[in-house]
Protein backbone atom coordinates (compact mmCIF):
# COMPACT_ATOMS: atom_id res chain seq x y z
CA UNK A 1 0.00 0.00 0.00
CA UNK A 2 0.77 3.49 -0.07
CA UNK A 3 1.80 5.47 2.38
CA UNK A 4 4.11 8.60 3.45
CA UNK A 5 5.65 8.39 7.28
CA UNK A 6 7.68 11.63 9.00
CA UNK A 7 9.97 10.43 11.25
CA UNK A 8 8.62 12.11 14.30
CA UNK A 9 5.62 13.72 15.23
CA UNK A 10 6.84 16.35 17.59
CA UNK A 11 10.39 17.40 17.94
CA UNK A 12 12.03 19.79 20.04
CA UNK A 13 15.43 21.57 19.79
CA UNK A 14 17.46 24.12 21.25
CA UNK A 15 17.68 27.82 19.70
CA UNK A 16 21.00 27.62 17.14
CA UNK A 17 20.72 23.64 16.59
CA UNK A 18 20.00 22.45 13.20
CA UNK A 19 16.32 21.03 12.70
CA UNK A 20 16.19 17.55 11.12
CA UNK A 21 12.99 16.58 9.33
CA UNK A 22 12.41 13.12 7.45
CA UNK A 23 9.96 12.19 4.62
CA UNK A 24 9.48 8.61 3.92
CA UNK A 25 7.35 7.19 0.97
CA UNK A 26 6.23 3.79 0.24
CA UNK A 27 5.04 2.95 -3.36
CA UNK A 28 5.11 6.16 -4.89
CA UNK A 29 7.38 7.76 -7.38
CA UNK A 30 7.05 11.50 -6.94
CA UNK A 31 8.60 13.56 -9.87
CA UNK A 32 9.21 16.37 -7.09
CA UNK A 33 8.21 16.56 -3.46
CA UNK A 34 7.39 19.28 -1.64
CA UNK A 35 7.74 21.09 1.98
CA UNK A 36 4.97 23.58 3.63
CA UNK A 37 4.88 24.78 6.61
CA UNK A 38 1.60 25.30 8.68
CA UNK A 39 0.97 27.08 12.12
CA UNK A 40 -2.10 26.77 13.96
CA UNK A 41 -5.42 27.65 12.55
CA UNK A 42 -3.64 28.38 9.46
CA UNK A 43 -3.18 26.78 5.80
CA UNK A 44 0.03 25.53 4.71
CA UNK A 45 3.09 27.56 3.28
CA UNK A 46 5.05 26.54 0.88
CA UNK A 47 8.67 26.35 1.22
CA UNK A 48 10.49 24.31 -1.00
CA UNK A 49 9.94 22.01 -3.86
CA UNK A 50 12.60 19.61 -5.25
CA UNK A 51 12.50 17.41 -8.39
CA UNK A 52 13.58 14.00 -8.84
CA UNK A 53 16.45 14.89 -10.71
CA UNK A 54 17.77 17.13 -8.10
CA UNK A 55 19.87 15.70 -4.75
CA UNK A 56 19.88 19.59 -3.11
CA UNK A 57 17.93 22.40 -2.83
CA UNK A 58 18.38 25.49 -0.55
CA UNK A 59 16.84 28.54 0.44
CA UNK A 60 18.04 31.06 3.24
CA UNK A 61 18.54 28.72 6.13
CA UNK A 62 16.54 26.07 4.44
CA UNK A 63 18.09 22.42 3.06
CA UNK A 64 16.30 19.67 1.29
CA UNK A 65 17.55 16.44 -0.28
CA UNK A 66 15.70 14.16 -2.26
CA UNK A 67 17.11 10.72 -2.36
CA UNK A 68 14.76 8.71 -4.85
CA UNK A 69 16.69 5.38 -4.33
CA UNK A 70 16.09 5.76 -0.53
CA UNK A 71 12.46 6.97 -1.01
CA UNK A 72 13.16 9.79 1.35
CA UNK A 73 13.70 13.36 1.10
CA UNK A 74 15.70 15.07 4.23
CA UNK A 75 14.80 18.87 5.63
CA UNK A 76 16.61 20.96 7.39
CA UNK A 77 16.86 24.09 9.09
CA UNK A 78 19.87 25.73 10.24
CA UNK A 79 20.57 28.27 13.15
CA UNK A 80 17.24 27.74 14.14
CA UNK A 81 14.68 30.43 16.04
CA UNK A 82 11.79 29.80 18.00
CA UNK A 83 10.02 31.42 15.20
CA UNK A 84 10.47 28.59 12.99
CA UNK A 85 8.34 26.27 15.40
CA UNK A 86 5.57 25.21 13.49
CA UNK A 87 4.00 22.26 11.70
CA UNK A 88 6.11 21.08 8.66
CA UNK A 89 4.82 19.17 6.38
CA UNK A 90 6.27 17.03 3.38
CA UNK A 91 3.91 16.64 -0.06
CA UNK A 92 4.63 14.65 -3.07
CA UNK A 93 2.34 14.43 -6.24
CA UNK A 94 0.77 11.56 -7.43
CA UNK A 95 1.51 11.92 -11.13
CA UNK A 96 1.28 14.81 -13.68
CA UNK A 97 -2.07 16.98 -13.47
CA UNK A 98 -2.88 15.64 -10.22
CA UNK A 99 -2.99 16.54 -6.88
CA UNK A 100 -0.59 15.75 -3.71
CA UNK A 101 -0.58 13.57 -1.05
CA UNK A 102 0.35 14.69 2.03
CA UNK A 103 2.39 13.36 5.14
CA UNK A 104 1.18 13.31 8.60
CA UNK A 105 3.89 16.67 9.79
CA UNK A 106 6.40 16.79 12.30
CA UNK A 107 5.42 19.65 14.95
CA UNK A 108 9.17 21.52 15.37
CA UNK A 109 9.47 23.59 18.91
CA UNK A 110 12.71 25.25 18.72
CA UNK A 111 13.15 25.72 22.74
CA UNK A 112 15.28 29.39 23.44
CA UNK B 1 1.47 37.72 -5.24
CA UNK B 2 -0.43 34.30 -5.30
CA UNK B 3 -2.98 34.75 -2.49
CA UNK B 4 -5.67 32.71 -1.61
CA UNK B 5 -8.57 33.98 0.37
CA UNK B 6 -11.30 32.10 2.20
CA UNK B 7 -14.67 33.43 3.86
CA UNK B 8 -15.15 32.67 6.46
CA UNK B 9 -12.43 32.50 8.32
CA UNK B 10 -14.67 30.90 11.44
CA UNK B 11 -18.29 29.75 10.94
CA UNK B 12 -20.74 28.25 14.10
CA UNK B 13 -24.25 26.74 12.80
CA UNK B 14 -26.74 24.37 14.32
CA UNK B 15 -26.92 20.85 13.13
CA UNK B 16 -29.11 20.17 9.66
CA UNK B 17 -28.05 23.55 8.11
CA UNK B 18 -25.89 24.43 5.00
CA UNK B 19 -22.87 26.20 5.55
CA UNK B 20 -21.15 28.05 1.97
CA UNK B 21 -17.38 28.09 2.42
CA UNK B 22 -15.67 30.18 -0.43
CA UNK B 23 -12.00 30.58 -1.53
CA UNK B 24 -11.13 32.91 -3.88
CA UNK B 25 -7.46 33.56 -5.72
CA UNK B 26 -6.83 36.94 -5.87
CA UNK B 27 -4.65 38.10 -8.05
CA UNK B 28 -3.98 34.96 -10.16
CA UNK B 29 -6.67 32.61 -12.42
CA UNK B 30 -6.46 28.85 -11.04
CA UNK B 31 -7.72 26.28 -13.75
CA UNK B 32 -8.54 23.93 -10.30
CA UNK B 33 -9.04 24.37 -7.02
CA UNK B 34 -8.42 21.69 -4.13
CA UNK B 35 -10.45 21.21 -0.96
CA UNK B 36 -8.91 19.52 1.88
CA UNK B 37 -9.87 18.67 5.70
CA UNK B 38 -7.82 18.82 8.35
CA UNK B 39 -8.18 17.29 11.82
CA UNK B 40 -6.68 18.17 15.26
CA UNK B 41 -2.70 17.55 14.97
CA UNK B 42 -3.67 15.46 11.97
CA UNK B 43 -2.75 15.83 8.03
CA UNK B 44 -4.83 17.48 5.27
CA UNK B 45 -6.86 15.10 3.31
CA UNK B 46 -8.14 15.73 -0.31
CA UNK B 47 -11.89 15.95 0.06
CA UNK B 48 -11.93 16.93 -3.60
CA UNK B 49 -10.64 18.17 -7.18
CA UNK B 50 -12.55 21.21 -8.45
CA UNK B 51 -12.03 22.06 -12.36
CA UNK B 52 -13.45 25.60 -13.65
CA UNK B 53 -16.46 25.14 -15.33
CA UNK B 54 -16.93 21.05 -14.97
CA UNK B 55 -18.10 18.71 -12.39
CA UNK B 56 -15.61 18.23 -9.05
CA UNK B 57 -14.17 15.18 -8.75
CA UNK B 58 -14.35 13.77 -5.22
CA UNK B 59 -11.71 11.32 -3.25
CA UNK B 60 -13.29 8.01 -2.52
CA UNK B 61 -15.48 8.34 0.54
CA UNK B 62 -16.05 12.17 0.25
CA UNK B 63 -20.20 12.14 -0.13
CA UNK B 64 -20.98 14.60 -3.19
CA UNK B 65 -24.36 15.03 -2.39
CA UNK B 66 -23.19 16.69 1.34
CA UNK B 67 -20.26 18.35 -0.35
CA UNK B 68 -21.30 20.32 -3.13
CA UNK B 69 -18.56 22.05 -4.75
CA UNK B 70 -19.02 24.78 -8.11
CA UNK B 71 -16.11 26.23 -9.62
CA UNK B 72 -17.67 28.76 -11.73
CA UNK B 73 -15.10 31.06 -12.40
CA UNK B 74 -10.98 31.22 -12.83
CA UNK B 75 -11.01 32.96 -9.56
CA UNK B 76 -13.73 31.42 -7.79
CA UNK B 77 -14.69 27.95 -5.99
CA UNK B 78 -17.50 26.77 -3.01
CA UNK B 79 -17.88 24.17 -0.77
CA UNK B 80 -21.21 24.35 0.75
CA UNK B 81 -21.87 21.59 3.47
CA UNK B 82 -25.14 20.83 3.10
CA UNK B 83 -27.71 19.14 6.34
CA UNK B 84 -24.29 19.79 8.44
CA UNK B 85 -23.62 17.42 11.36
CA UNK B 86 -21.31 18.02 14.68
CA UNK B 87 -19.41 15.45 13.06
CA UNK B 88 -18.53 17.63 10.16
CA UNK B 89 -17.08 20.30 12.41
CA UNK B 90 -13.28 20.68 11.42
CA UNK B 91 -10.96 22.96 9.44
CA UNK B 92 -11.21 23.36 5.59
CA UNK B 93 -8.79 24.51 3.65
CA UNK B 94 -8.66 25.26 -0.17
CA UNK B 95 -5.64 25.13 -2.74
CA UNK B 96 -5.53 26.53 -6.16
CA UNK B 97 -3.23 25.72 -8.74
CA UNK B 98 -1.71 28.56 -11.06
CA UNK B 99 -3.23 27.79 -14.98
CA UNK B 100 -0.62 26.32 -16.58
CA UNK B 101 1.37 24.82 -13.27
CA UNK B 102 0.79 21.31 -12.19
CA UNK B 103 3.23 21.74 -9.80
CA UNK B 104 2.68 24.87 -7.87
CA UNK B 105 -0.40 25.54 -5.22
CA UNK B 106 -1.00 28.37 -2.95
CA UNK B 107 -3.08 27.30 -0.31
CA UNK B 108 -5.86 29.65 1.83
CA UNK B 109 -6.05 30.57 5.34
CA UNK B 110 -8.81 27.37 6.05
CA UNK B 111 -12.06 27.78 7.57
CA UNK B 112 -12.80 26.61 10.95
CA UNK B 113 -16.87 24.81 10.85
CA UNK B 114 -18.25 24.49 14.07
CA UNK B 115 -21.55 22.51 14.04
CA UNK B 116 -23.38 22.79 17.25
Known amino acids: SQKIEQNSEALNIQEGKTATLTCNYTNYSPAYLQWYRQDPGRGPVFLLL?????KEKRKERLKVTFDTTLKQSLFHITASQPADSATYLC???????????FGPGTRLSVLP | GAVVSQHPSRVICKSGTSVKIECRSL??????MFWYRQFPKKSLMLMAT?????????EQGVEKDKFLINHASLTLSTLTVTSAHPEDSSFYICSARLAGYTDTQYFGPGTRLTVL
Open chain 1, 91 to 101: ALDRGYGQNFV
Open chain 2, 27 to 32: DFQATT
Open chain 2, 50 to 58: SNEGSKATY
Open chain 1, 50 to 54: IRENE
